[in-house]
């Protein structure tokens, strides 16, 4: 089944500095989303971006799909941004099943 | 997020049995239950596209999925046991396939 690598598992940053979290897959994904997870909270999609760059806000993913991996920026991070980012891999026709990796943990300091 | 409502929002359950619901307003086609526990990704548990049940992933029978309309999800579940204690999230796409994910804000069942 499909494999999702993310890293690094945990990031500690001062509130004002950037963030680059990396997604892995293991094999080809025509889907690929970003989403954040506060503690006790619901998943937030924040970016749709199965290839290419995109950009919303603070954020920009770079996918690069025949190297299989994704990348999330966070410029100028704030203390809201703390919480957990999950990376979810869909394949292609009857091998789909949205898969999520297990996460970064990104805690922002004031 | 109250396009996607789930109920109850908190169950706590001795061996009993329960379901848990789900409904979207968006007018999409395919929905989904996701089981995460403590400190884990979200794992999916059922797949319906259009009212068939497309994807039974490997859970315990005492799960049982129902969808009464492309809108509707319910989830009963029989003699829960204490290792089904997390959180338990629908979610919804326009399609099946290669479509964004929505998610709801989830059902947390506690098992005594």
């Known amino acids: 089944g499909q494999q999702v690598q993310q890293s690094p598992a945990s990031l500690v940053l001062q509130e004002g500095e950037n963030a680059e979290l990396q997604c892995n897959f293991s094999?080809?994904?025509?889907?690929l989303q970003w989403f954040y997870q506060s503690p006790g909270g619901s998943l937030v999609s924040l970016l749709s971006?199965?290839?290419g760059t995109k950009h919303t806000g603070r954020l920009t993913s770079t996918t690069v799909t025949k190297e299989r991996r994704s990348s999330l920026h966070i410029s100028s991070s704030q203390t809201t941004d703390s919480g957990t980012y999950l990376c979810a891999i869909a394949g292609a026709g009857g091998n789909y099943k949205p898969t999520f990796g297990k996460g970064t943990s990104l805690v922002v300091h004031p | 997020n109250t396009k996607i409502t789930q109920s109850p929002r908190y169950l706590i359950l001795g061996r009993a049995n329960k379901s848990l619901e789900c409904e979207q307003h968006?007018?999409?086609?395919?929905m989904y239950w996701y089981k995460q526990s403590a400190e884990k990704p979200p794992e999916l548990m059922f797949l319906?596209?259009?009212?068939?049940?497309?994807r039974n992933e490997t859970v315990p029978s005492r799960f049982i999925p129902e969808c009464p309309d492309s809108s509707k999800l319910l989830l009963h579940i029989s003699a829960v046991d204490p290792e089904d204690s997390a959180v338990y999230f629908c979610?919804?796409?326009?399609?099946?396939?290669?479509?964004?994910?929505?998610f709801g804000h989830g059902t947390k069942l506690s098992v005594l």
């Open positions: 971006n199965p290839s």
């Open positions: 319906y596209n259009l009212k068939q049940l497309i």
């Open positions: 968006l007018g999409h086609n395919a």
């Open positions: 979610a919804s796409s326009q399609a099946q396939s290669n479509e964004r994910l929505f």
């Open positions: 094999s080809t994904a025509t889907q």
